[in-house]
């Protein structure tokens, strides 16, 4: 089994699905004909948790968050960036409602997919069954990380895995804008904002980091997978 618990975990490891290569011409057009592009301003709700489930959505450009909304605080599950499916496991939601919320943090595009075609695609294309339910095995395999994560590691280990996935993962490059705030730094940690800030700068005093206003360059990237292993 080649399955490592300490991978950065803040989101799904694949850069991209490829399920819709698995679709002949007549299912591809089936698939055109029932779905639409909706555009999202930066903090605008792309799905609401506890709303109806009428489509499956699919984040062809941007950058989003998927949480569980609570009483006093969100639960961060994982970041969605381009080319990634944002609500693929209200499928088989008997009560057919979104189990979660998603937020865009930057300007962003959707395809919005009749989820009843969906379904129907699913039925009638074992291959691309197979494929979706490798990409909701994959999904979760991501979730469990990321509660081994804010569950097991110590505060310098979640800080570090959270730049580690937003460098490897999210933006694939050790210098990047940090589109997220510090409200949701701190929820992807599990940490408060101060604790979240205080670790920053202890990450640039360390010479693991360099930090300029929103800027970041990882420096250090072997010594931030130490740091996340072993906190």
Avoid: W
Avoid at 44 to 60: N, P
Wanted: a neutral charge.
């Amino acid at each position: 089994m080649n399955y490592n618990i300490n991978a950065p975990s803040c989101i799904v490891d694949t850069s991209h699905f490829s399920c819709l290569d698995y679709l002949n011409e007549e299912e591809v057009a089936l698939l055109n004909k029932n779905k639409r592009e909706v555009s999202f301003k930066k903090g605008e709700i792309i799905v609401k948790q506890g709303s109806f489930a009428s489509h499956v959505i699919f984040l062809k450009k941007g950058l989003a968050k998927i949480y569980i909304e609570g009483n006093q605080k969100d639960l961060i599950l994982k970041i969605v960036p381009s080319n990634h499916f944002v609500s693929l496991s209200s499928v088989y939601d008997g009560n057919a409602c979104f189990v979660y919320s998603a937020t865009a943090y930057v300007e962003s595009v959707a395809t919005l997919i009749s989820i009843d075609v969906f379904k129907q695609l699913i039925r009638n294309n074992a291959e691309f069954a197979m494929q979706i339910i490798n990409i909701l095995n994959t999904n979760t395999r991501q979730i469990y990380g990321r509660f081994y994560c804010i569950s097991q590691k110590q505060s310098h280990g979640r800080v570090a895995d959270i730049l580690l996935c937003l460098s490897e993962n999210v933006f694939k490059s050790e210098e990047f804008r940090l589109n997220i705030s510090r409200n949701d730094l701190a929820d992807l940690t599990g940490l408060s904002s101060e604790s979240v800030i205080r670790i920053f700068k202890s990450f640039k005093n360390e010479k693991l980091i360099e930090v300029d206003g929103r800027n970041i360059k990882v420096l250090e990237p072997d010594k931030l997978k130490d740091i996340s292993i072993y906190g």
